[in-house]
């Protein structure tokens, strides 16, 4: 079993659908939980973390953890043609280090169609 | 336009080449990395800098060899690649801590041919 899976989609919505986004992983140790957005050609972008469980909000953008379930979601809200990219979770201290080896994601490819 | 800038953002090199790939950041971080990304894959890590001292080699041929010359800069000396190297490489930099984000450069573009 892999530390962390995520569904690779791709997921096509219309603009203005809420998307959500899930990952699993499979160590309860695991405290920090991070979001990045990944546009064709660029680097992977930070959206947001989050600490132990709970939700973060960020304008359109909400980071849910459920640590009983090991889940991990991020919802998009009105969703817009920009929003169209490969999201991938990341958990820094996957692997048994600590800082430095972020276990990704397969990363989830999302197309919003105007 | 990000804060980890990577130089070239392409390149193309056969096989008995030698290259370098250059990444610098100026956020005053003392963490910075090297992952690998092939096509519709998520980024693999090969190699953590802490301190400007080598300190995650994940088991990577020595065709790779990095370099930190000071806490600004991070090189990747590239000698003898396959095509099976060919991929987008990504250099990353972060803080020293049990947690601190990554933030990626845009990456360079590697092909082998």
């Known amino acids: 079993q892999k530390e962390v899976e995520q569904d690779p989609g791709p997921l096509s919505v219309p603009e203005g659908a809420i998307v959500s986004l899930n990952c699993t992983y499979s160590?309860?140790?695991?405290?920090?939980f991070m979001w990045y957005r990944q546009y064709s050609r660029k680097g992977p972008e930070l959206l947001m973390y989050?600490?132990?469980?709970g939700n973060k909000e960020d304008g359109r953008f909400t980071a849910q953890v459920d640590k009983s379930s090991k889940y991990i979601s991020l919802f998009i809200r009105d969703s817009q043609p920009s929003d169209s990219a490969t999201y991938l979770c990341?958990?820094?201290?996957?692997?048994?280090?600590?800082?430095?080896?972020?276990?990704f994601g397969q990363g989830t490819i999302l197309t919003v169609h105007p | 336009d990000t804060e980890v800038t990577q130089t070239p953002k392409h390149l193309v090199m056969g096989m008995t080449n030698k290259k370098s790939l250059k990444c610098e950041q100026h956020?005053?971080?003392?963490?910075m990395y090297w992952y690998k990304q092939k096509a519709k894959k998520p980024p693999e890590l090969m190699f953590v800098?802490?301190?400007?001292?080598?300190?995650i080699n994940e088991s990577v041929p020595s065709r790779f060899s990095p370099e930190c010359p000071n806490s600004s800069l991070l090189n990747l000396h590239l000698h003898a690649l396959q095509p099976e190297d060919s991929a987008l490489y990504l250099c990353?930099?972060?803080?020293?801590?049990?947690?601190?984000?990554?933030?990626f450069g845009n990456g360079t573009r590697l092909t082998v041919t």
């Open positions: 956020m005053g971080h003392r963490a």
């Open positions: 800098y802490s301190y400007e001292k080598l300190s």
């Open positions: 990341a958990i820094p201290g996957a692997g048994g280090t600590s800082y430095g080896k972020l276990t």
């Open positions: 990353a930099s972060s803080q020293v801590r049990v947690f601190s984000p990554l933030h």
């Open positions: 989050t600490y132990s469980s």
């Open positions: 160590n309860s140790a695991f405290q920090y």
